[in-house]
């Protein structure tokens, strides 16, 4: 179906979403062929410097200090050690976090030892490497428990005959790329056998086992898939470039792993939107951008996919979520603040000639200018080509201007601004997205910056949050959203629990989304239709909520969820009142006849729920909850919500 997008108006009633398109713009725009013609052999590649004095050229000497001191300070560390009890934590106790801690400090420690031994060149770090590559070679598996589940034995210990690969192994193996790369010809000095094991367990655990196509969900080209094939294909094509000696080969295999990332692509709808939220992002649209540039760098240019309007979309996608300094729409599991990374952001609003995104990545580096010489736990290539840009970041303002109205029709995601400071996002869907939440028909509400109606965002992944009792945690249900409860039952999971006759109106009065949501409901609540419209009303500069419902019979109970970070204040009938931490008052307003309001306080008890203690900056999580007085087979409920 046409979009209609203009500036005056946009209204698409959806007849589909979520789409395999299969675009396969790798296969359709290359050969094998044209990869082995363009393909730089791996005696002339050279992406980064090697020797320190390639690294002054390309660097402040602050910067090169700095990483040789953090390599220093992390040669003093004891290597932390992995055991059999710490990877068994995942079945016994559902915890992730000790062995990924683990895990995530020897690759760190790795790569601080390893550009320190680059740009300093005094062999003063090559003892502790060696002993690094060697200690992770002899892992078992390069990934974490949590991702096990995809091999035959299910014991939760690694089965070392069946080797599988997941996100953190792919890391791994370009972890031992660069550290190949860098320090390649040191470590022979020591002993060939170094990097002569380096190839065999990349090879073993990695190269080989990633040729079972069919095993991997992540490379499907008939299913959707995530954030996971872009984020392992960037990894494998680095890695493959740097270790493949054989020329044939090499080009070969960057020519698969490229028509492997075209599951990713063809899973996005024309849009670019992505159902994982803009913090997933940086794990999925940055990631594809990772293996372009890679790519671009191999083949000397030759090799370039900017030009496709799914790329350009892909990549317009995260400055259109961006609500205000760090907060971004976090609907699902996406965090609702982070420090997007400005240094990338910038080479790729570059590299596609997006002046939006490049003053939006200009914008992000000196609001959060990240220290350009920390080394964090993925994405290693970015780090590096950030590393290279921060000599050449023009120095001067930006004027990123935020975006005001956005469309996403594929995820059926809508966003707006008033002039007031309020800031609207809201959505249909269904509840089967990638990292989903039931919540289909959810909003959320921002004033100048502030948090007022929440998506209170996921907890901390433990082994039930991807399992069969992932709605056990209450901030994957319903219930917990900005939603109605009818006769005690919310939305459940699935394909099928979606928003239907969902329409999308942006005009310069209005811009709204009106839904459907009774096909996401439980059939035990009874609701035959709920029609919801979520509108900012730009002449009044408030949000208004209309929900037009008919249920196959009276309800024994009604209910309108609001979660919100402010201090609450029900005082006066027919009035909500909502303070920010900067004394913002927001009003929410509703018919004290029909209704009673109440309040509680969700657990943060239990493993699940520690990130609820501090990330809405310390502030509680509470639900607000308005209890129909009125219970009606038919009705129309309205609330109001504007600036005291």
């Known amino acids: 179906m046409k979009r209609l997008l203009t500036v005056l108006l946009i209204s698409v009633s959806v007849l589909c979403q979520a789409q395999v398109t299969p675009r396969n713009i790798f296969a359709t725009k290359f050969s094998a062929d044209s990869f082995k013609s363009a393909i730089i052999p791996k005696s002339q590649w050279k992406p980064y410097p090697k020797t320190p004095d ?122 031992l790329g660069l550290t190949d790369y860098f320090v390649g010809e040191k470590l022979d000095k020591i002993s060939p056998l170094v990097r002569k094991r380096i190839y065999f367990e990349t090879n073993r655990k990695i190269f080989e086992p990633i040729k079972e196509v069919n095993r991997y969900g992540y490379l499907s080209k008939t299913t959707q898939v995530n954030n996971w094939n872009p984020w392992i294909v960037s990894n494998l094509l680095i890695a493959d470039l740097f270790l493949e000696t054989d020329e044939s080969k090499r080009a070969s295999n960057a020519y698969t792993y490229s028509t492997l990332m075209d599951a990713y692509l063809n899973s996005l709808g024309d849009d670019g939107g992505c159902d994982e939220g803009p913090s997933y992002w940086f794990a999925a649209g940055a990631c594809v951008f990772d293996a372009l540039e890679t790519l671009s760098s191999a083949s000397n240019g030759k090799i370039d996919i900017y030009e496709q309007p799914i790329v350009k979309n892909m990549a317009a996608y995260i400055y259109k979520t961006h609500i205000a300094d760090d907060y971004f729409v976090n609907f699902a599991d996406a965090d609702p603040k982070l420090r997007p990374d400005g240094l990338m952001l910038y080479r790729f609003g570059k590299a596609l000639n997006d002046d939006a995104l490049t003053q939006f990545g200009l914008w992000a580096f000196e609001r959060f200018p990240t220290t350009a010489s920390s080394n964090g736990s993925f994405h290693r290539m970015r780090r590096l080509a950030n590393l290279l840009t921060v000599k050449q970041m023009p120095q001067i303002k930006h004027n990123y201007v935020p975006s005001t109205d956005a469309w996403f029709n594929d995820t059926q995601v809508l966003t707006t601004r008033a002039s007031n400071g309020f800031y609207l996002a809201t959505h249909a869907g269904h509840n089967a997205e990638s990292h989903n939440h039931n919540d289909v028909g959810d909003f959320l509400l921002y004033a100048n910056g502030e948090p007022v109606i929440i998506d209170a965002g996921r907890g901390n992944y433990t082994a039930r949050t991807f399992s069969s009792r992932r709605y056990e945690l209450w901030f994957t249900q319903s219930q917990y959203h900005n939603l109605p409860i009818v006769n005690g039952k919310g939305q459940l999971a699935g394909r099928h629990f979606e928003g239907a006759n969902v329409q999308s109106t942006i005009n310069k009065k209005e811009a709204s989304l009106s839904m459907n949501i009774a096909p996401a409901y439980d059939k035990e609540a009874g609701i035959q239709t709920w029609n919801r419209t979520v509108k900012l009303n730009k002449n009044k500069n408030r949000i208004e909520i209309a929900d037009d419902y008919t249920l196959n019979q009276t309800p024994t109970s009604l209910e309108q969820v609001f979660m919100t970070v402010c201090d609450i204040d029900t005082a006066t009938p027919g009035k909500i009142v909502l303070t920010t931490p900067k004394n913002q008052k927001v009003m929410v307003l509703y018919n004290d006849k029909n209704w009673t309001v109440s309040t509680d306080l969700p657990s943060t008890e239990g493993m699940e729920y520690k990130s609820f203690k501090t990330k809405w900056d310390n502030r509680p999580v509470r639900r607000i909850i308005l209890s129909s007085k009125n219970l009606q087979k038919e009705g129309k409920n309205i609330f109001t919500i504007a600036m005291n």
């Open 54 to 175: 390639e690294w002054r050229i390309a660097l402040p000497d602050s910067i090169i200090q700095s990483i040789i001191k953090t390599g220093e300070e992390t040669a003093k560390k004891e290597m932390p050690q992995l055991s059999a009890t710490i990877l068994m934590d995942y079945v016994r106790s559902g915890d992730r976090e000790r062995h990924s801690k683990i895990s995530y400090a020897r690759r760190i420690n790795l790569m601080d030892l390893v550009l320190a031994e680059s740009m300093e060149g005094k062999g003063r770090f090559t003892e502790d490497i060696m002993n690094y590559v060697w200690a992770i070679c002899e892992e078992t598996y390069w990934g974490v428990p949590a991702h096990l589940g995809v091999q035959k034995a299910k014991s939760g210990l690694p089965d070392a005959e069946d080797p599988t690969v997941d996100l953190f192994a792919a890391e791994t193996a370009s972890v």
